[in-house]
């Protein structure tokens, strides 16, 4: 016969009643058994009986969870568990992460367009607030793409990526003090499609930033893609490089009169522009650059005035066959630089032309008003 030596530890069975346990505490004659739910059940040691683990009358002894972190279910078998289960953690996971796209070939058509999107995020403050620099496949050909920037000329790798036609990528948050390092950018793409017939080739765009662009307001456009006013930057056009060097482009504009010239749609001499009127009957022209261009990436202060006294000259010379008609040229107060050099113009190729400042109540000092005689 078992010798029923009840201690600390041991085994037993209760004698009238069902279940047992481990004996966690013994005080006086009474025994504190664990049973397999956990707790100390009190019970007179003379109704505790010793028993062995291969006992078969005795019930199963489950051990207890002492600070057992609790395990993480992963969502896909906590769904299975529970409908109502969420765990915040794994949801911000499950958001944050983003596949990768795979290379894929789709039908295209049409031209190669691609654009930047700067995005002010406080319009009314966009001299001092940051952007958001989006690039956006505007068309139905895919792309492989690289964005860098030159800084103390290095050229360091912005962004890259593959982007499905008309999607975009978020590329990065730009601090306003960080936005002159990038006034350098080169925009590498290929666009590629399933059809190899229609191959589109590579586009390798390099030009200056435009800082101008990030203090007006009047330069943020609508687009379809986008609920919010953005600077936009067309980088290609149907299939046509938009932005240019700097050196490219003052080339281009040394030689801008000899390629107008030869444009058809160029209004021949003594033809007639249409121009609006201003209050006091007289026509006007504004030579704003964010009037005329859409851009001047790539171009300085010495690109921009040729352009504009290029186009002073072509107004006259449309307009010469029209004896006593004034044309009013809007170009603001600034330094004074442009009303000069436009004054300079008019002295020396329209020498019957003459010139003075415009009604001040309309155009304060901004405005050169030009008769034609």
């Excluded at 609006?276 to 010495?302: P, Q, V, W």
Aim: charged letters at 35%; a neutral charge; hydrophobic letters at 35%.
């Amino acid at each position: 016969m078992k010798e029923n030596k009840i201690e600390v530890g041991c085994l037993v069975r209760f004698l009238n009643a069902k279940g047992g346990g481990r004996i966690n505490a013994i005080k006086g004659d009474m025994a504190y058994v664990e049973d397999e739910d956990g707790f100390d059940i009190p019970t007179p040691i003379r109704e505790c009986v010793r028993v062995d683990k291969e006992d078969t009358f005795m019930p199963s002894y489950k051990a207890p969870i002492i600070n057992k972190p609790k395990t993480k279910l992963k969502v896909e078998q906590a769904t299975a568990e529970s409908s109502f289960y969420q765990n915040p953690l794994e949801e911000k996971v499950k958001e944050d992460f983003v596949a990768a796209k795979p290379h894929q070939l789709l039908k295209a058509y049409g031209e190669v367009s691609a654009s930047l999107y700067f995005f002010p995020l406080d319009e009314s403050q966009m001299e001092l607030c940051d952007y958001e620099l989006y690039f956006v496949n505007e068309c139905q050909y895919s792309f492989y793409y690289t964005i860098s920037y030159k800084e103390q000329e290095k050229w360091h790798l912005l962004h890259h990526g593959c982007l499905l036609p008309k999607e975009e990528a978020f590329v990065e948050e730009i601090a306003r003090a960080k936005l002159s390092s990038y006034q350098e950018l080169n925009v590498q793409l290929l666009a590629y499609s399933e059809n190899p017939k229609l191959y589109k080739g590579t586009f390798d765009i390099e030009f200056k930033l435009d800082l101008k662009k990030f203090r007006n307001r009047n330069t943020l456009k609508d687009s379809e893609l986008f609920d919010d006013k953005a600077i936009i930057i067309p980088l290609v056009e149907q299939s046509v490089v938009k932005q240019r060097r700097g050196e490219d482009l003052a080339k281009q504009l040394e030689g801008l009169s000899k390629q107008e010239n030869k444009t058809k749609d160029k209004p021949k001499k003594g033809e007639e522009i249409p121009l609006e009127k201003d209050r006091n009957g007289d026509y006007k022209f504004d030579l704003h650059i964010d009037e005329l261009l859409d851009s001047t990436a790539g171009m300085d202060r010495r690109d921009i005035l040729l352009y504009q006294l290029s186009k002073v000259e072509e107004i006259l010379k449309a307009n010469s066959r029209f004896r006593e008609r004034s044309i009013v040229f809007i170009h603001g107060k600034g330094e004074g630089i442009l009303r000069a050099e436009l004054i300079k113009l008019v002295k020396k190729k329209f020498p019957r032309f003459t010139y003075r400042d415009a009604s001040f109540s309309e155009y304060s000092f901004g405005a050169t008003r030009v008769t034609i005689k």
